[in-house]
């Protein structure tokens, strides 16, 4: 399944309800139905996960262009003539993506849990059992036997554990973690494979600690709570 048909599904993304920590539910509802157009950054990352994880549709979601710029009158050529791709980058950007998942691939971890049954971003669609009326989706890079696994892009790999607290990757792993326990009835072993976005694109994996995922639950359970009270109501107040 595409990003595409992923993102139409109604359902509600952790990476939204990871607004309602610290931002109120009429956010929330705002980024829910507006929401914001992919970063270079991100396409780049999105890049990333296709080659290592679904390189048969790089060709098929990726337009490379050429030219040097993004601008000028080729350049609006090229996005009409590519409309229908999911990304469309530069080709010093597509060949710099290629080099992180050539060093993901060669990663002896990473070839460990490929032949571990992997489950490659297969969309999983539940309710927590907390809060059954809120539907939810979830799309796990890879699910196998024994690990749930996560690949992320960064800048430093020195710096990746503030990049987790930062963005509340433990948030993440609580909502992965309970989405792969309804799917498939075990919990796994949390895994984040990282590689930095720079050459030489070193590679790190983290396993990520039981009580690292349980402190993102007490955070995921309030942001449910506040969710389905607005879902009850059809209300999404501000923070007065």
């Known amino acids: ?74 350049w609006t050529e090229f996005k009409t003539a590519n409309i229908n791709k999911q990304i469309l980058m530069l080709e010093k950007e597509f060949i710099q993506c290629q080099h992180q998942a050539d060093e993901v691939k060669a990663y002896p971890i990473w070839q460990r849990i490929m032949k571990d049954n992997p489950i490659i971003e297969k969309p999983i669609y539940w309710s927590d059992p ?43 792993t609580a909502a992965y973690s309970r989405a792969v326990r309804q799917e498939y009835g075990d919990s796994k072993i949390f895994v984040i494979i ?14 990520v600690l039981d009580e690292t995922v349980e402190y993102g639950e007490i955070t995921w359970k309030k942001a449910l709570e506040k969710l389905n009270k607005c879902v009850e109501t059809d209300t999404w107040p501000d923070h007065s």
């Open 1 to 74: 399944m595409s990003d595409r048909q992923y993102n139409l599904n109604p359902a509600y993304r952790q990476s939204h309800i990871k607004t309602l920590i610290n931002g109120c539910p009429k956010e929330f509802i705002h980024q829910v139905e507006n929401p914001s157009s992919p970063t270079p950054a991100m396409e780049r990352g999105t890049c990333v996960h296709l080659m290592a994880l679904t390189p048969d549709e790089t060709k098929l979601d990726i337009g490379v262009y050429t030219g040097a710029k993004r601008q000028g009158k080729a």
């Open 194 to 207: 990282a590689v930095e976005s720079k050459q030489p694109n070193i590679v790190k994996h983290f396993v």
């Open 130 to 172: 907390d809060f059954p009326n809120i539907k939810l989706k979830s799309k796990p890079d890879i699910v196998s036997d024994n690990y749930i696994v996560d690949l992320k892009t960064t800048s430093s790999i020195s710096d990746f554990e503030k990049q987790f607290w930062s963005l509340r990757y433990d948030f993440q």
